[in-house]
């Protein structure tokens, strides 16, 4: 893999570049792109719900669940009304082997009718 100039590019730029990734499968070059739009300066308090969610998605499908879970937890507590992001948690802890603590975020979203 080639490596990506990142800093150059607008945030709307990085954004669009992400989903193109994502959609196309290479779910880490979309998380390293994403985590490039978390910390960048540019980036909108707003439009970083959408930032997280993708990117706990992007660190799901590469099987980095331990990062998932935890960037799950860190939207959640920036956006506790999504609740996408509770079966993402929820399903991260279940892959990664731990069900027992996966179960109250697999309700709660179930009880939404997300899950």
Do not use: F, I
């Given at each position: 893999m080639t490596a990506i100039r990142l800093l150059p590019r607008s945030p709307y730029d990085l954004w669009r570049w992400a989903e193109e990734l994502f959609s196309t499968r290479d779910y880490?070059?979309?998380?390293?792109?994403?985590?490039?739009?978390?910390?960048?300066?540019?980036?909108?308090?707003?439009?970083?719900?959408?930032?997280?969610?993708?990117?706990?998605?992007?660190?799901?499908?590469?099987?980095?669940?331990?990062?998932?879970?935890?960037?799950?937890?860190?939207?959640?507590?920036?956006?506790?009304?999504?609740?996408?992001?509770?079966?993402?948690?929820?399903?991260?802890?279940e892959r990664a082997g731990h069900a027992e603590d996966a179960l109250p975020y697999l309700r709660m979203a179930d009880a939404t009718g997300v899950a």
């Open positions: 880490l070059g979309a998380a390293t792109t994403l985590e490039s739009l978390l910390v960048h300066p540019e980036v909108d308090e707003r439009d970083l719900a959408q930032v997280r969610e993708l990117l706990v998605r992007a660190y799901y499908h590469s099987a980095r669940l331990g990062k998932a879970a935890e960037a799950a937890r860190a939207a959640l507590a920036a956006d506790p009304g999504n609740t996408y992001l509770l079966l993402l948690l929820g399903r991260s802890l």
